[in-house]
């Protein structure tokens, strides 16, 4: 017998446990003995109860029950605990066709718990300012550790992340009208089926909205799932961490998730068919579910990732600003119809994919429209999965009527086979058409490229037939696929689910602190403290109003603008050679905020070398020396040391891989100690008078690494060396007193 459930079964018997109550009784009062066992309607009030054994500070225990809180607090711990200390669960249920409404719970590490609870009602329900880990991640620099595993989760590992909301073997259970923010995850289902999540906000979470495992045949539909991000810093990084709006992982099938928004998070729906069918089996996946009228803008990955599973349907979606708008890799019919693509880095990426149609689409202003491609991916063609579908062939995908605007490669096909692509029209275009590698059976006919290109590179035998300027095809679902579908039953949702006009929108508005995102609700500034190069940028935060620079405190610095409306930012920028302490004081939502920094600017020489196995400077350090002694592949002068070249390359003279970075300056400082803050990716030394100060000649990803140092007044020479390996590739050097 599980431990959980032995505690409630020898509770039962004890003398304080709580008689069956009906509508009609008083109101109860809870303590830390309660236990339900019949309807109930709680006093409102504020209660704080622990719970030590997951046992849960409140247990409702059998079945046809009606809880009703009346809006009464269950609080856990004491007010100053931080999020990452929150332990127990809030409200337990265990009982067929429980009903449980308007309960606020907080301080938990999971805020409402149900297990074995078939036809479970949650809703009206506030479970936000429950657990969350504190993110180890910078403004300047990715921390692995804070990459999420969803991938495990049949012994219900997702709890040591926490929830809002948790249902274990719940099958048609109703969770609606709830809310979360400011926690991790907000609902998390397991086994499942049937079940309807409706008109809930699950947003401003570091985690997942709503994560379902094992779970098919749902309605997920007129949810807010906005801003569940971790892992983004704006123009720094943008990972994600594989945080999502909406989860869906491991044999979940024939859901429905309809007219939710899921904008601003790391994927906005991620889609992965699970370790079963990948490992394991080679099998079944998260097969014939329907995405419709979801808006999965603003990610910081995918707006739709799809791997590894059969027959989704992607229809009418909108997905802006990501860097996919659609990855479905290893996935096979799966019907890609109507979607409104515009502004990410690629619009619809598919390796490995077989007989997918992508219909009607609208992509603008993206760097690649449509990208479907075979390689040879060893470890994943030698799963089970690839085994079973015989080293997934790019091959049998219809690419139908989409029109392309101000995209400068529309189509590239590398190593797909037997494809279509007809009817499809292209206007700011100028590759329309890129065929690389086995181009075997590939149809191209009756497209409009306009000024376009085709750009035939490919080994095989494409057919390529007429592709005029004009065609009577029109992008208006006319084809019998749009005719004939239909949306499956959802619940009709009473909430406005998409962001309003007037909300912040974009990637820019993505800020996420040590605890997650930025939720709108308060006023403050974003950082606090700034320690830049020549200029550093001060987000001014809050839900509306105006805000006013009120003091100045650093005759060097100059601070533009000086009033604007929330939110706003401010540059700060040194108006001459030197380091700069600054000091601010802003007034906005009748409050005085400050902020501090440090601005560092210098007249620096920077000279980029490339490097191979015979000058590699962790083994050679002679021949290292004599390269950096070398002419450079290119140089140039900068203010400040604020390089973020992710995975391109420094300048068009420099491969973005094995590269070496020499940067030099003199700066005048005053006398007294002084902190140098470097952030690396790879290995960095940095040189102080020619005393090296900071020496972590390694590979590692972004790394920071601090030295204190006691300089006297006067000039003083600085000298920094960094190498790259391959993949991310950052060099950033703060200077600030100590």
């Known amino acids: 017998m599980p431990c959980s459930l032995t505690l409630w079964v020898l509770a039962s018997a004890l003398p304080f446990g709580v008689a069956p109550l009906t509508a009609e009784a008083q109101p109860l009062v809870l303590d830390s003995r309660t236990i339900i066992t019949g309807d109930a309607i709680i006093k409102p009030a504020t209660y704080r109860l622990a719970d030590p054994d997951d046992g849960g500070a409140v247990r409702i225990v059998g079945d046809g029950i009606t809880v009703d809180f009346q809006g009464a607090e269950l609080v856990s711990g004491a007010e100053d605990a931080l999020p990452d200390t929150y332990t127990g669960r809030g409200i337990v249920i265990r009982g067929r066709n429980v009903t449980l409404k308007n309960a606020k719970v907080r301080g938990f590490k999971v805020g409402i718990y149900a297990e074995d609870s078939p036809g479970v009602t949650i809703t009206a329900c506030d479970v936000s300012h429950n657990y969350r880990q504190r993110l180890r991640s910078t403004l300047e620099r990715e921390d692995l550790s804070d990459w999420l595993y969803g991938q495990e989760n049949d012994d219900n590992q997702w709890l040591r992340y926490g929830a809002g909301i948790y249902l274990y073997r719940c099958p048609k259970a109703t969770v609606s009208n709830n809310r979360a923010h400011n926690g991790q995850n907000g609902i998390c289902v397991s086994r499942c089926d049937e079940s309807v999540i409706v008109d809930n906000d699950m947003s401003f979470l570091s985690g997942w909205g709503i994560a379902l495992w094992r779970t098919s045949r749902c309605d997920v539909s007129h949810n807010k799932t906005d801003w569940c991000m971790r892992g983004y810093s704006h123009g720094v990084y943008s990972r994600g961490q594989d945080s999502a709006g909406i989860l869906v992982y491991e044999q979940c099938s024939d859901n429905v998730f309809a007219y939710n928004s899921a904008t601003h998070s790391g994927d906005g729906f991620f889609l992965y068919a699970g370790n079963e069918t990948l490992q394991q089996t080679g099998e079944g996946g998260c097969n014939r579910n329907v995405l419709y009228r979801n808006d999965f803008s603003h990610a910081a990955a995918n707006g739709i990732e799809c791997t590894f599973s059969q027959g989704n349907l992607f229809v009418e979606n909108t997905l802006n600003e990501c860097d996919h708008g659609v990855w479905a890799g290893y996935s096979y019919d799966t019907v890609i119809v109507g979607n409104q693509i515009a502004h990410c ?355 590692h990803p972004p790394k920071e690494n601090d030295a204190m140092v006691d300089l006297t007044e006067g000039e003083h020479d600085i000298r920094i060396a960094h190498f790259e390996i391959d993949g991310y590739a950052q060099l950033q050097f703060r200077l600030e007193p100590g």
């Open 345 to 699: 880095a690629n619009g619809i990426s598919i390796e490995h994919g077989q007989r997918n149609l992508i219909l009607e689409n609208v992509i603008q202003n993206t760097r690649l429209g449509l990208h479907l491609w075979w390689d040879d991916d060893a470890d994943l063609l030698e799963s089970a999965f690839g085994r079973k579908h015989q080293n997934c062939p790019s091959s049998d995908n219809y690419l139908v009527g989409n029109a392309f605007t101000n995209v400068p490669t529309a189509i590239r096909l590398a190593g797909d086979t037997w494809t279509q692509v007809r009817w499809n029209r292209m206007e700011g275009v100028a590759t329309g058409i890129y065929l690389a590698g086995n181009a075997r059976g590939t149809c191209i006919c009756d497209n409009a490229l306009a000024a376009a290109t085709l750009r035939n590179e490919a080994d095989g035998e494409p057919v390529v037939g007429p592709n005029g300027e004009t065609f009577d095809y029109a992008p208006q679902f006319t084809s019998s696929i749009i005719q004939n579908w239909r949306l499956p039953p959802v619940t009709q949702g009473t909430q406005d689910t998409y962001l309003p006009e007037d909300h912040p929108r974009g990637r820019q508005y993505i800020l996420i602190d040590e605890w997650g995102p930025y939720d709108f609700t308060d006023v403050r500034l974003f950082p606090r403290t700034l320690i830049g190069g020549e200029r550093a940028t001060l987000q001014v935060l809050g839900p509306g109003g105006p805000f006013q620079i009120a003091e100045v405190h650093g005759d060097d610095v100059d601070v533009s603008p000086r009033q604007g409306e929330l939110p706003g930012q401010v540059t700060i920028t040194a108006k001459a050679a030197g380091v700069h302490p600054f000091h601010l004081t802003i007034e906005a939502g009748g409050r005085t905020l400050t902020a501090t920094g440090t601005l560092m600017r210098a007249d620096w020489t920077v000279r980029f070398f490339a490097w191979d196995t015979t000058t590699d400077p962790r083994a050679n350090q002679a021949a290292w020396d004599t390269l950096l002694q070398g002419t450079p592949l290119e140089e140039r002068r900068v203010s400040s040391l604020d390089f973020v070249w992710g995975g391109g390359a420094p300048g068009p003279q420099v491969p973005p891989d094995r590269f070496g970075t020499l940067a030099t300056t003199r700066v005048r400082l005053p006398a007294g100690n002084w902190l140098v803050h470097t952030v690396s990716d790879d290995g960095i030394r940095v040189w102080i008078d020619g005393r090296r100060i900071i020496d972590d000649w390694t590979w």
